[in-house]
C-alpha cells in the first residue's frame, strides 16, 4: 500500500481563510520530507489540517507576506543540503504565480499551492541557493529559463552569476558541470557558441548566453556587467567576442537616444549620410522597440571609453607602440592571433562606418585601426539591408578612416531616426592621429590641410594646433621631399615669436628664406612613367605647388606659447640632416650637450673626467629618451661623423641606465627606457663603413685609431664609474680601418647582450618602486643583421659582388656543392667563427642564412628556429611588392617602410654614373645658401650651392 503524506500548508499562517495542498506520495524524487514538516502549520482558526476550499483572492500585502515566508522555506531546505526540495517548492511558487504565462512547459513539481503569489523572490532565492552552493551552470540554466517564461530578474543576481560564470576554469569541477536535460533553447545556443568560438570555457559560454537571453527578455543590464565579461573574453583569447559585445551595447545605446529624441522633438530631416550616419529603417525601429529601447525605465549602460581601451590594450599588430615606447615586452602575435584581430577591428571600423561611436577621445581607436597590417588577408561576411556583403579589412579600414577624417562633425548632432549620428567633434588628440594617417598612409597634403583648417574654422568651439600637430607635419613632409612645406611651417614659427628658448634655438640654426621654394618632383630622374596606380596619383599630387597649403596666419597668438619637445628636436636634426646640413646639426648638438666638444682620444683622458663630465649630461639625456638618441646617431651616420656618433652612443648609454635609477635627481624625472636596436644598428653601420673603406692610419704617437674608436675601452664601464677602466684599453702602434671596425662591431654586439642582462639586473632591483611594464630588450631585426653580413662577410680590397644575380644560378652552385659534400669530396673553406656565431643567432631569431653564405657553412647544422617573423606593414598608398623582387643574394630582403619608395635613379644613360657620384657626393656638402628662383631676364643660368 503506497503511503501518502499530508501535508500541511505553507502559508496557513499567513492567510486567514482555510486552504488545502494536494497529496504528496513519499517516493517521488522531488517532494518534501516528512522530517521538514514542522515548517507547514495547521489551520490558523481550529489548528485542524487545513481542508481543500478555494483560496479568497488575497489582499496587495498578503503577497508580500506570503513570498516571503516561501523563500524563507526555500532558504531552510537549501541549509540542510535538500537542493531538490527547495527547486520543488520554487516551482510551487512558479505555478501559483498569475503572472506566470500558461505556456510554461518545463516546470515541474509535485507539491501545488492553493494560493497565488509573487514568484519573485522565491525565483532569486532559489538562484542564490545555486551560486553558494557552487553550481553557476544550474543556477544559468534555471535563471535563462525562467527570464524565457517572462520572469524579471534583479540587476545584483545577473551580477552575481556573470560573475560566477566567468569565474570557473577551463575545465569545471564534477559539481559545476553543466546539466541540461533534454533539448532546449539554452543547450542549442551553448553548442553553436562552442563551434563557433572555441577559445570560450564553458562559464564564460553560458555568461554570453545568460547576457543575451537578458537582452531579449528586456531585462535590466549595466555597465560592470559588460565590464567583466568584455574583461573575460580578452583574457581567454576571444577579442572577437568582445568586440561584438561592445558594438552591441553601442547600437543598444544608439538606438535609445534616437528613438527617445524622436518622442521628445520632431524628427529631423534628412541629412547627410556620412555626416549624420544612415537612417534608421522601419525594420529597425521596430526591432528596437520591441526589446523596449526607447523606455528609460530600462536600465542599459552607456558604452565608455574604459571598456573600449580595454579591447585596444589587446591588439598588438607589428609595429604599434604605445606611450612612446615600443612594445617590446609583448609577445609578436601568431598568424591566428592576427586574424582574430582583424576580425575585431572590422567590427570597431562598423562603428565609425555607421557613425555610432559617442566618444571624444578615439585617438587610441584610430592608431590601431591604421596599424592593420594587410597580411594575411580576412574576409568578412555581414547581411547589409537583406543581402549578404562581403569586405576584406584591409581596404575597408583604410577607406573608413579616410571617409571619417574628412568629414568630421563640426558641433553636437541631434539624434533622430534620420540623423542618428552619435559622433561628436574630436579633440585635439584625434586630429593629431587623423593628421598622421592622412600625411604617412594616404601622402595628401591637401588633406592634411583641410582636416587643419577644419579645427579652427568651421567648429564651433575651435582647436588651436599644438605641438605635437606641428612635430607631424615637420617628421611627415621631411619624409615625403616637400621642404618647401617644412620652409613654410618654420618661417610662420619664426614671424609668430615663440617664447621658448629651445624652440627659438632651432629656429635661429635655420636658414632664412625670402620666397617659397618649389617643391621637389621625386619621379623627375626616372625614365619610365608614373604607374597606373593610387601610389602613382599620389606622386603626382607631391609634385603640385600649392600656397595655400598650412597657411597659420590666424594662430600666431597660439604659436608663440607652444614649446619645443623632445620629438621636435629630433625631427628637426632629422630634416636638417636628410638636407645635407651636417654642421648645423653638429652646432645644436654641441649647444644641447657642451659635454660632447672635447674628443676623448689619446693618453691625456682619464675615465674619472669623463665619467665627471658626462654626469650632469646623462640626467639630460634621461629626459630625452632613446627616439633622440637613435634619431642622433642615425643622422651622424648620414653625415660620415663617427667620432661624434661614438660619443653620442655613450652619452645614450649611460642616459638609458640612469633613467632607471630610483633616484630623481639622477634619472631627471624620465620613465624607464632602453636603446632601440635601430641605434644599435645605425652604430655597427658607422663601424662597417669604417671597416670597408680599407685605409691604415699611422699613429705614431697615439695609442688609439684617431677621430673614432672610442668605444673599444669604454665598452665595460657604466654609470656607477669603473675605475679600472684604463687597464681595458687596446694598445696598438697601428690600427688598420678594417681589423678596427670589425673589432668594435664585435665589442658593441657584445655589449648590447650586457647591456640588457645590465638594465635587467636593475629592473629587478628596483622593482618595488618602479611603476612600470617590463623593460624592452633590443631584438634583432633583418636590417641588424645585413648590418652584420656587410661587415663580416668581406675582406680588404675584395670586388664588389652582385647582389641581383640570378636566383637559379646560385641554387644551382649549392646544390652542387651539396652533392659533393655527400660524397666526401668537398673541402670546407675558412670560415670567419664570428660569422658561424652570427648564423646560430639569425637562426635563433627565425631568419635564414642568405644563399652565399651557404656554402661555408655546410658542415655545420645549424637548425632554424620555428619563429613567426611579423614584419611591420607599409602604408596603405605604397605599391604592393612582388614575392621575386624582394630576394637578394647576400642579404635578407627588407621592405621600405617610410618616406617614398623611390630610388634616386638616374637611369641608363651615358652620364647616369656621373649623375650617381655627384648626388653622393653632395650628400655630406652643406649648402651655405639657398637656391633662389632664376630670373627670366638673366637668362636660363641656374646657381648652384657653393
Known sequence: MQHVHWFRCIGSQLSRRPFACVPVPSCTPFSIQSRFAHLFRTSWNDRRPATLLSPVPPRPKDYARRSRRVAQSIRQQLAFGNMSSALDITNAAIIADPATPKTTADVFTSVKIEFTLSSRLPLHAMAHGFLRAGKPFAAAEYIHARMMDGHKVKLGTLNALIGALCAVGVTPSADEQPSVFGPSRYARDIQQLEARHPGLTPGTRAAVQVLRCARK????????????????????????????????????????????TAKRHDAAPRGDAVVDGEPLTPGHIQAARSLRLDDWSLHIPKPTSCMLQSILQH?????????????GAVKDPTWNQIYQ????????????????????????????????????????????NGQKQSDEVYHFVHQVLMNFSQRLPVKFNQLSPNTPSMIVPPNIRTYNTLLDYILKHRMDLEAASRLLTHMRQPRHKPIYPDMTTYNIILRRASLLRRNDVVHRLLQQLREAGPKDPALLLMLDSYPRLDKDSRPDNPWKNRGESLPDHSFGSAIEKLGTRDLKLFKLEDVKEALAQLVADKYTLSGFITHLGSTGQSERVIELLYMLFPELQKQPSGDQLRYRPVRQRLRDAATRGARMGPYFFSTVIAVLRRCGKTGLAERVWFLGQVSEEASWMPDHAINGGSTPWTLDISAYTAMLQCYTREAKSGLSVASRNKNFVVGWGFFNWLQGTNLDGDFHARRQRQRAETAQRSVSGREIGQMLIASMRARAHLVWRVFTQARAGLDSEQPHMPRPDARFYNVLLDMFDRIPRMARRRNRSSRSRWQKNYDRALQRRNLGTWTPPPRDPFLLEIAQEMAKDGFSLPISLRRGLLDVRIPVANVQRLERGQPYRFPVQRHDARWLAHSLPIAKRKGLPISTSYGTGHNARKEKQRAWNSRFVAPQREPRTPDPAEGQRKESFA
Open 315 to 327: 591588439v598588438s599588430f607589428p609595429g604599434m607602440e604605445r606611450n612612446g615606447a615600443y612594445r
Open 341 to 384: 584581430m582583424k576580425t575585431a577591428m572590422y567590427h570597431l571600423a562598423g562603428l565609425l562606418h555607421y557613425r555610432q561611436l559617442e566618444l571624444d577621445q578615439m585617438s587610441t581607436l584610430i592608431s590601431c585601426l591604421a596599424h592593420v597590417p594587410r597580411e594575411p588577408k580576412v574576409w568578412v561576411t555581414e547581411v547589409v
Open 217 to 260: 527578455t528586456k531585462n535590466h543590464r549595466d555597465n560592470r556587467m559588460y565590464r567583466r565579461l568584455i574583461d573575460a573574453c580578452l583574457l581567454q583569447g576571444e577579442i572577437v567576442v568582445a568586440a561584438l559585445l561592445f558594438a552591441l551595447l553601442v547600437r543598444d545605446w544608439q538606438l535609445r537616444r534616437a528613438l527617445t
